[in-house]
């Protein structure tokens, strides 16, 4: 299956709870970490939802 490499660029300190878990849910626990996840239509809501923390490398 196809996958995503998602890296956090900003911090997760101020943003609500939901949005930390999140970023955990994701593997993504510090700034400028990169992981890589199945491109499942769950995990694409979960990078929409925290859109403004992450971005989607090349």
Do not use: F
Request: include cysteine; hydrophobic fraction near 40%; proline fraction near 3%.
């Amino acid at each position: 299956m196809a996958t995503i490499k998602i890296k956090q660029i900003k911090s997760k300190i101020g943003a609500p709870v939901d949005q930390k878990r999140t970023l955990a849910c994701l593997g993504l626990h510090k700034i400028s970490q990169v992981v890589e996840v199945e491109d499942t239509p769950s995990n694409r809501g979960m990078i929409r939802k925290v859109h403004h923390l992450v971005s989607v490398v090349d």
